[in-house]
């Protein structure tokens, strides 16, 4: 039997690119050797464009991407593969575009009546004053978050005009827009979704529990403490999760595979952002929640890369 061509790509010069390193050498771990020829390509911080030139050369079969944030998540990573021809496994152009973009994400899950945390967006390069009065009526506290960012870098709670002031300041030397949301105090959870060769499958909604304030980046990578366990949720709303997670899936055009995080405030369920190439580490969400379903590391890939040979054909 004659093995897939599978190139890893990592790296990239986003904010993400340790989480990205973490993510392709854990992939390469899991992944069936009697399957798949393995060719890890590491894309450099800098602007050199010669791993391209050796992408070209190799002709994979597929590429797995283990890249996180920028370019590597926006669509332009997979702009630049379907101009070369080559095949990869996840979301496609669109579906990148729009998934990376919380605010236009977020409108449009508004438009299709998914429950969203209230926001005022400013762009990156304008003052905050002219948005003080809009964002004062939300109440604090608020979260303010860069507009593209991942893995929670540049997140902040406030709870004053003072530390609203710093907050946005931090995400504009980020060179990002900045998202302001009312704040929602209340149970964090998420939930992934793969594509299969059958259907779409929702995997096991899971409680995340941290010291920190919120979930933040040092909690996802770094802290032990943290506690990522099967949600003890009510059934009733596990399945409303569930359905949500779905249906944000499919209208934000995802593909491959995905994962929903949202807060649970007493029966409401609001959806607070989708990651479109979210992080495959020892400490990541996605291979937790399929491990919860029975699935381990090894099989969750295979599915992944199966079912893209199969919309190949």
Not at 4 to 27: D, F, H, P, Y
Not at 231 to 249: D, G
Not at 258 to 280: A, C, F, H, S, W
Request: glycine share 8%.
């Amino acid at each position: 039997m004659k093995k897939i061509k599978l190139v890893v790509l990592m790296g990239g010069n986003s904010l993400e690119r340790a989480v990205s390193l973490q993510t392709g050498e854990e992939m390469m771990k899991h992944l069936n050797l009697q399957k798949y020829e393995i060719i890890p390509i590491t894309i450099p911080e800098n602007h050199n464009t010669d791993w391209i030139i050796t992408l070209i050369q190799i002709k994979p079969d597929l590429v797995l991407s283990a890249l996180h944030g920028g370019m590597g998540e926006d669509g332009s990573m997979q702009g630049l593969l379907e101009c070369l021809h080559i095949h990869y496994v996840g979301t496609k152009v669109l579906g990148s575009a729009v998934g990376m973009d919380k605010y236009l994400s977020k409108m449009l899950m508004k438009m299709h009546h998914i429950p969203v945390a209230e926001d005022v967006f400013i762009p990156w390069n304008e003052h905050l004053y002219p948005y003080e009065e809009k964002i004062i009526q939300l109440g604090f506290p608020l979260v303010v978050k860069p507009n593209k960012g991942g893995s929670s870098i540049g997140i902040s709670i406030v709870h004053t005009l003072q530390e609203l002031t710093t907050a946005v300041e931090v995400v504009q030397k980020l060179k990002d827009d900045i998202l302001v949301e009312k704040y929602i105090e209340g149970r964090e959870v998420t939930c992934g979704i793969i594509e299969t060769e059958d259907d779409l499958k929702v995997l096991t909604v899971l409680d995340i529990s941290t010291d920190k304030i919120f979930y933040d980046y040092a909690a996802k990578y770094e802290d032990e403490t943290t506690r990522i366990h099967l949600s003890t949720l009510p059934e009733f709303l596990q399945i409303m999760i569930r359905e949500l997670a779905k249906k944000v899936f499919q209208v934000l055009h995802c593909r491959g595979y995905g994962r929903v995080d949202l807060i649970v405030k007493e029966e409401q369920v609001i959806v607070m952002e989708i990651n479109t190439l979210p992080g495959m580490t020892s400490h990541s969400l996605i291979p937790k929640a399929a491990a919860g379903l029975g699935m381990d590391f090894s099989t969750l890939l295979d599915e992944l890369i199966q079912n893209e040979l199969k919309n190949m054909k």
